[in-house]
């Protein structure tokens, strides 16, 4: 088992990563602090690993009380309502201040899940079990929580950090290759912005992670944890360097709004708009064509869309960018690619026309 | 003008108060950070403060940008639903990661507001600017925001400061006598729980207090915001110290449960809800006849109930009970008085049968 640590001086946390953790109760019980816990999960992931997190919960006597609650499963339920299921399981199970969520999914059940911990009672213990790669490389790593609003993804949510992130490599047995596709998108960003030496890794190693390697998989998750959980550690809240994390999103969410919740999945999203960002950082000349076809290259060999869909028009990126977090005082801020590979910067300062022709190159209208 | 410091290191933050401080653009424009404001207020208040406040925020060519969003007024709007107009008025005219939100109104409208500025973007900035007593001498002091359940009060929110609180006591002259007496039985509560002398004051000055005497107000606002600026310093997330400011809470939130949100005002429930807990804390022993009766005495000419309404029975009342966010492991936790005048102790270790004898005395069944 490999433990990274999220720094975060007196919300320090450890992420778990190995195969088989779902089955070592100790782990899992030790991070536990009071008699109730809440298990958020949803109709595709509890068929397969609710009652095993479930067992693993009261093993050896434990007197846990363990509770659940099944949500739809879907991007497109990551809103209020669904949300308010959580909060009445939580209140009719009488969980109190000291119990614990569980989230055992992906990245919609972790935010939602992490986000109702948050707001529980103004906040009760969590834990993360992720089980897609997307998560368990991103999402659940960092304590970004929250639910989409009609208008945008996202948008409401708070920063909380979890007791600890449990990643059993052995779930990822049972994800669905597109999902699997969707998380190694979300790896290669951590190569393009801060660790070309992953990049290189990855573009040795694809065929492997494709093949569900396990152990190409185990490290490509611990490196990503371990690049997340230091940019993180340096900038919890998003004041500057956290920012570059989203490469790719602004477009990303854009996709994501424009055609629907649950439409893509937020890796397939996330890969077309790194392509968008990296020709609109070949366009400022901030990065070579021999960069610009090695990401190309390298996402098309993960299986991921490397554009947007043609519903996609120049308005409808505008109209949503412009709502975007990142804007601040009316500027759309970007993280764009800038020199070597493994250099980025997260700056309002480009050419705005060199936008328009990026939006021009990508969409029919 | 008064200012009493709130001391939470980085995140320390003045409450000005004084008669005329809604004249004064520069106290409310040198906290505001972005380019934008959304005034969050609602219907009672909205005709008398809020083209004052937007125009105090544009005042001096600020090029602030202001825009508004108007609620139901009370407490039976405290809930997911009302809070999502408030999203949805920010999504809809920008609100940006550098944004302020502005809480103008009563305890209400201030949760709200600073749960609605938690929650957005995952945190944006927020002001208050209570203008009920019940506001100024409590609720929008220490960061205490959130939302109703249905089946409890305030089971969802954050803990999440103000830029500043600005406490205009000229408002209070727009006040209906009921609130300002409802915002009396929290004063009283400060007296009570930590500062005999203030309790004493009270005694003498409590017609000045109804006659709304300018001076009187003044006082007893800022001794109440240091009694609770004192103690929100000191333990924030209230591990402790901090579940003292709830005498009477206990009792009076299952008063506001049960009889449904905004039959009672929230002072007049913890009114009823503090003399039940010094009935309680009489029965223990641990106060004397002469200060249960000066409680009663007081709380009496404060015009507040003094027993809770005849429709709560004693199943209702454990009931509500049984979910208060200071059950913890199955233990209600009570604030009850023990000693001399201004003592008080946060504690399950009182005799339960002292707990169901307080319940008869005040329940018809």
Chains 1, 2 share one sequence.
């Not at 047995?173 to 801060?194: D, F, H, M």
């Not at 004041?239 to 439409?263: K, M, P, Q, V, W």
């Not at 400022?284 to 098309?300: E, F, H, M």
Request: proline share 4%.
């Amino acid at each position: 088992m490999e433990v990274v640590d999220v720094d975060l001086s007196d919300r320090t946390y450890p992420i778990y990563i190995g195969s088989g953790l779902l089955d070592k109760p100790e782990l899992l019980q030790k991070h536990v602090k009071g008699k109730n816990v809440l298990v958020v999960t949803n109709t595709t992931v509890a068929p397969l690993y609710l009652e095993k997190v479930v067992g693993l919960l009261k093993a050896n006597g434990s007197k846990i009380n363990v509770e659940s609650v099944i949500l739809p499963d879907g991007e497109k339920y990551k809103d209020m309502g669904t949300l308010m299921k959580v909060f009445d399981k939580a209140v009719e199970t009488r969980m109190d201040r000291r119990c614990t969520f569980v989230a055992l999914g992906g990245g919609v059940i972790g935010d939602m899940c992490g986000f109702a911990a948050a707001a529980f009672l103004r906040g009760v213990n969590f834990i993360q079990i992720p089980t897609t790669l997307m998560a368990q490389v991103d999402s659940s790593v960092g304590g970004k929580t929250g639910v989409n609003h009609p208008l945008g993804k996202n948008l409401i949510g708070a920063f909380y950090q979890p007791q600890c992130v449990v990643i059993d490599t052995d779930t990822l047995s049972t994800l669905p290759e597109r999902e699997l596709c969707s998380g190694i998108a979300e790896v290669v960003k951590y190569g393009l912005i801060r660790d070309a030496k992953f990049f290189e890794w990855q573009e040795e190693n694809m065929d492997k992670l494709l093949a569900r390697d396990p152990d190409a998989l185990a490290y490509a998750i611990k490196r990503s944890c371990e690049n997340k959980a230091e940019v993180v550690s340096l900038d919890e809240k998003e004041a500057g360097l956290r920012a570059t994390l989203n490469l790719g999103h602004t477009f990303g969410h854009a996709i994501e709004t424009g055609i629907g919740y649950g439409g893509w999945l937020h890796g397939e999203a996330v890969a077309a708009g790194t392509v968008m960002a990296a020709d609109l950082s070949f366009r400022l000349g901030w990065i070579d064509a021999s960069l610009q076809s090695r990401i190309l290259n390298l996402l098309k060999r993960a299986k991921v869309p490397v554009a947007p869909p043609s519903t996609m028009t120049i308005e409808k990126f505008q109209n949503i960018m412009a709502v975007d977090k990142k804007v601040v005082d009316g500027d759309l801020r970007l993280i764009l690619l800038k020199g070597e590979l493994g250099n980025c910067v997260f700056t309002s300062a480009y050419d705005t026309k060199a936008l328009e022709e990026t939006l021009h190159s990508f969409c029919p209208s």
